[in-house]
Nanobody, 116 residues
Framework: QVQLVESGGGLVQAGGSLRLSCRAS????????MGWYRQAPEKQRELVAT???????DYADSVKGRFVISRDNAENTVYLQMNSLEPDDTGVYYC??????????WGQGTQVTVSS
């Protein structure tokens, strides 16, 4: 069982920045694919960004150029730096850990609210 603990959410004005963190338990973080997803009220959960064990990143078109995903394997932590935040970025942000089929875990989520 892998536990994921997110932090860093909050209330910010449009144009501002936030940095989310997700710390994972266990010994195999370095070979896991990590991701950030978000869910706005009354909308489906959507992918924001992912990073593989080799450092390859992928982003939703809506956040390209504004968000940066990174990882620190020594700290078992994945980060999401969010810049130029917009009201449409509001939602609950979830961390996801995937290693092999069947090993797929989600964090509890952290709320991000962007005011206009």
């Amino acid at each position: 069982q892998v536990q994921l603990v997110e932090s860093g959410g909050g209330l910010v004005q449009a144009g501002g920045s936030l940095r989310l963190s997700c710390r994972a338990s266990g010994n195999f973080f370095s070979i896991a694919t990590m991701g950030w997803y978000r869910q706005a009220p009354e909308k489906q959960r959507e992918l924001v960004a992912t990073i593989t064990s080799g450092g390859t990143t992928d982003y939703a078109d809506s956040v390209k150029g504004r968000f940066v995903i990174s990882r620190d394997n020594a700290e078992n932590t994945v980060y999401l730096q969010m810049n130029s935040l917009e009201p449409d970025d509001t939602g609950v942000y979830y961390c996801r850990y995937r290693r092999i089929p069947g090993l797929d875990y989600w964090g509890q989520g952290t709320q991000v609210t962007v005011s206009s």
